[in-house]
């Protein structure tokens, strides 16, 4: 099993619509989490980050941690085509350093 | 500002040959780390420099290889190449003394084994 669980789509939705993206982990040491988007034929880039539980928003995009069911979501609001993209969940553990990635959600936003 | 170039954009080898892939990280960041993206397997993460030191390795067998310059540009190396090892090669570096959150990702090479 793999410590960070990403569902890979496609998921498909109409420009304007709420976007609903999560992730799922089974190492309860992870203390910082992040949402990377990445465009083809590019490298990710840092969309959100959450440090422990809680929600974080950051205009149309809105970041939750629930550290007691081990699960993140990222949620973009009025969607864009221009959000279609490979969007990847990624978390450390608090003592160590190195950042795990889940597998990525592709999203694409149908004008 | 610039941000992570790496070199070459594409590369094509055959099977049991070496390949060198090169990366200059932001301006400032001394940490510098390798990760592999192969088709369904998401990144998985290769090799970590800081300072001219290897701090962190994956679980990748000894050929994956690497090393930082004292101007903390990076190659990555890989010997006895096989066809399993075609992916997407990114790099990523970060200021030195934070936690590695804030990683800035470069576009990659693309690397495909023949």
């Known amino acids: 099993q793999k410590e960070v669980e990403q569902d890979p789509g496609p998921l498909s939705v109409p420009e304007g619509a709420i976007v609903s993206l999560n992730c799922t982990y089974s190492?309860?040491?992870?203390?910082?989490f992040m949402w990377y988007r990445q465009y083809s034929r590019k490298g990710p880039e840092l969309l959100m980050y959450?440090?422990?539980?809680g929600n974080k928003e950051d205009g149309r995009f809105t970041a939750q941690v629930d550290k007691s069911s081990k699960y993140i979501s990222l949620f973009i609001r009025d969607s864009q085509p221009s959000d279609s993209a490979t969007y990847l969940c990624a978390m450390i553990r608090n003592a160590g350093n190195m950042l795990t990635f889940g597998g990525g959600t592709r999203l694409m936003v149908k004008p | 500002e610039a941000g992570v170039t790496q070199s070459p954009t594409h590369l094509i080898k055959t099977r049991g040959q070496q390949a060198t892939l090169r990366c200059s990280p932001i301006?400032?960041?001394?940490?510098v780390y390798w990760y592999q993206q192969a088709l369904g397997l998401g990144l998985q993460f290769l090799l970590w420099?800081?300072?001219?030191?290897?701090?962190n390795r994956g679980n990748f067998p000894p050929r994956f290889s690497g090393r930082q310059f004292p101007n903390y540009s990076s190659e990555l190396n890989v010997n006895a190449l096989e066809l399993e090892d075609s992916a997407l090669y990114l790099c990523?570096?970060?200021?030195?003394?934070?936690?590695?959150?804030?990683?800035?990702f470069g576009s990659g090479t693309q690397l495909s084994v023949l």
């Open positions: 990523a570096s970060s200021l030195r003394g934070f936690l590695n959150e804030k990683l800035f």
């Open positions: 301006s400032g960041h001394t940490s």
């Open positions: 190492n309860s040491a992870f203390q910082y």
């Open positions: 959450t440090y422990s539980s």
């Open positions: 420099y800081d300072e001219g030191e290897e701090r």
